[in-house]
């Protein structure tokens, strides 16, 4: 029976995860600490809410007299830190949470496991402290190339730099201390219960609500964009199996445009809904508009996963049609949970971001 904390289990990739746990394995136990910022929603984990194997602490990461006392209370054995501020966009505007928790709150956790794990001069056997990156850490790609695990860090947004100053911490308590860790860099995630900031729910989100579809610069940065799930289930196999102080990367295997995934979302909402629905005739090219562009902006990551392919045999098996038919749909159909992330603040963010621009 493992014992799992999770941070940030209400967010998008976090939620995902625990969904695919709860279901592979019945017997572990999670704890999900999560702050519920206006990316955490409890609505995307209704369905175990109930679940006795599962239980939700509302707190901050960045508060030790929080972790530790989850420490005393459970047995943890892996900690899978999700938890963090993730839009670059926001990062741009205001980075300050960014540092409190994706540096900080790294850092707390880190000293909370070492405290609850290292006995003396050993650490207790299968424990493991996992740290959820993100290709930005290695910067922007030219028309050419791969990240692999090799690649030099160079973060160009505040929001990678303080996920690429997370990563060292990380390393450190490996390199100093000998602790049990890995750190995943994963390119572009979509699917499910993802915030409409990024971009394909906010087009997904755009289209069905009439509004225009903000493409930045000239559209051709690139993105290498993996299903969720895919993403979730190289976890699970870096967390059970993955070296101790390794890195992993995952990638979709998968480069777009910006404009190319644009158009996509375009052509599969088109083709998912009847003729007779109201929101199929304003759904259309003519509703791009190449705006003002990210300041700063990556223009293309690209992931070389030979790595967890070789040692975990991990690929990613959701193919790119499959998988946006999927989340398209799922946004169809749960058109109250959109609804319900959209309303009120949303609207003052997207009127900053988007209008005011
Ligand atoms: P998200 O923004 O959807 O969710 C983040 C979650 O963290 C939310 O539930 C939020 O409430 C919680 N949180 C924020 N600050 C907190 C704090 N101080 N204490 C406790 N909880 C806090 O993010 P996501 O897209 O699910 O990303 C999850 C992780 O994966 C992040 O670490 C991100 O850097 C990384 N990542 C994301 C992607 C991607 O494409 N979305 C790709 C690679 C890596
Ligand atoms: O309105 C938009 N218009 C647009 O052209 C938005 C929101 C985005 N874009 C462009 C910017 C990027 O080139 O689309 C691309 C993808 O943008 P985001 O969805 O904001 O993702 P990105 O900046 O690539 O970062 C994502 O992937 C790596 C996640 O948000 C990070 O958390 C993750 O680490």
């Known amino acids: 029976m493992k014992t799992y904390l999770i941070t940030g289990g209400a967010g998008f990739i976090g939620s995902n ?30 369905d175990i809410e109930d679940n006795k194997n599962y239980v939700f602490v509302k707190g901050d990461i960045t508060d030790g007299k929080l972790v530790d006392s989850i420490f005393q209370k459970y047995d943890i054995d892996y900690v899978i830190n999700f938890a963090a501020e993730s839009h670059v ?15 900080e709150g790294t850092f707390v956790l880190l000293e909370a ?20 990156s993100t290709d930005e850490v290695y910067g922007s790609l030219g028309e050419t190339g791969y990240f692999s695990e090799f690649t030099p860090l160079d973060p160009r947004s505040p929001y990678s730099s303080s996920k690429a100053s997370a990563d060292l911490l990380v390393k450190s308590y490996f390199e100093t201390y000998q602790m049990p860790i890995n750190i995943t860099r994963c390119s572009n995630n979509y699917g499910p219960y993802q915030f409409p900031e990024k971009l394909i729910p906010l087009m997904i989100n755009n289209c069905l609500s009439g509004k225009d579809l903000p493409v930045y610069g000239d559209g051709r940065n690139i993105r290498d964009w993996i299903y969720v799930e895919d993403h979730a289930r190289a976890i699970d196999l870096v967390v059970n199996k993955g070296q101790i102080g390794q890195v992993y990367n995952i990638g979709g295997g998968n480069e777009r445009t910006n404009i190319d995934i644009v158009k996509t979302i375009i052509n599969a909402l088109r083709d998912l809904l009847s003729d007779d629905d109201i929101r199929k005739e304003r759904i259309s090219e003519d509703k791009i508009k190449y705006v003002k562009d990210r300041k700063g902006h990556d223009r293309r990551y690209a992931i070389d996963s030979t790595k967890i392919k070789n040692e975990l045999g991990w690929r990613a098996m959701t193919s ?6 999927f989340t398209v749909k799922w946004y169809l159909e749960n058109s109250q949970w959109l609804d319900e992330v959209t309303s009120g603040a949303y609207e003052d963010y ?8």
């Open 89 to 103: 966009d926001r990062s741009i505007e205001n980075p300050m949470e960014f540092i409190r928790t994706n540096i």
């Open 113 to 132: 496991a070492k405290k609850a794990w290292l006995k003396g001069e050993k650490w207790e056997e299968g424990k493991k402290f996992l740290q959820v």
């Open 17 to 46: 995860f625990i969904h695919y746990i709860m279901k592979k394995y019945d017997d572990i136990f999670v704890i999900n600490l999560d702050k519920l910022t206006y990316a955490g929603n409890l609505n995307n984990l209704k």
């Open 350 to 357: 997207y009127k900053k971001m988007y209008i005011d621009r």
């Open 320 to 325: 790119f049609g499959e998988g946006i038919e």
